[in-house]
């Protein structure tokens, strides 16, 4: 693995981890939406975790075709450039189902690299 793959990666798990904070005593997506601090900083979190995930080596996004790296781009483009319009029930099941499995993905290519 490129040195930069594991910062970047450690960047991702970074983010992911202020997200998990943020949000572990919010229960609901109109709970999350009416905390608007905490609204702003899990967006502003996942914007860092696709700019970082951009950053990865192509050959690194390859080998780990399971992760869906152009959706994790296109949900960083939809949330900076349609911020006021941004569905709430896509970032609560980006939040609860989808960071997760990419935690998961992203610990397991740094224990195997």
Not at 13 to 29: G, K
Not at 43 to 55: H, T, W
Request: proline residues 1%; contains cysteine; aromatic residues 8%.
């Amino acid at each position: 693995m490129h040195e930069h793959d594991e910062a970047n990666i450690e960047d991702c798990l970074f983010a992911i981890t202020h997200i998990e904070e943020y949000t572990e005593d919010i229960t609901s997506s109109d709970q999350l939406l009416n905390d608007s601090k905490t609204y702003d900083a899990v967006l502003m979190n996942f914007v860092i975790i696709a700019e970082a995930c951009n950053r990865l080596s192509s050959e690194l996004q390859m080998q780990h075709s399971e992760v869906s790296w152009k959706n994790i781009r296109g949900f960083r483009n939809y949330i900076a450039h349609d911020y006021f319009g941004v569905d709430i029930d896509v970032v609560w099941q980006s939040l609860v189902i989808e960071l997760p499995k990419l935690k998961t993905g992203l610990q397991r290519m740094l224990e195997n690299k």
